[in-house]
């Protein structure tokens, strides 16, 4: 289960995760039957970041400045099945 905190409420998603927004004030999930919130590491790894460059990012910037990048960021590995596809079609 998600729990996704926003300014004005709060909303829980069972079976699914919400996208990554900038301006998200913090997604909590369950894991091993504790609450968690998402660090910007994890958001890093969700995005299609190796674990290399999301450890790097994660000593030089705050959580709030890696969650943030991370909700602006184009995932990874959609923007590569794009290309990929876009380059057997042409």
């Known amino acids: 289960m998600v729990l996704d905190t926003r300014q004005s409420d709060l909303r829980i998603y069972p079976q699914k995760v919400p996208t990554l927004r900038r301006g998200r004030h913090g997604i909590l999930y369950t894991k091993d039957g504790q609450i968690r919130?998402?660090?910007?590491?994890?958001?890093?790894?969700?995005?299609?970041?190796?674990?290399?460059?999301?450890?790097?990012?994660?000593?030089?910037?705050?959580?709030?400045?890696?969650?943030?990048?991370?909700?602006?960021?184009?995932?990874?590995?959609v923007i590569d099945a794009i290309s990929n596809t876009l380059a057997k079609n042409t």
Do not use: P, V
């Open 37 to 77: 919130k998402l660090s910007g590491y994890e958001a890093f790894l969700l995005q299609g970041f190796s674990k290399g460059m999301a450890k790097k990012a994660s000593l030089e910037q705050s959580n709030g400045k890696l969650l943030a990048q991370a909700g602006n960021a184009m995932t990874i590995n």
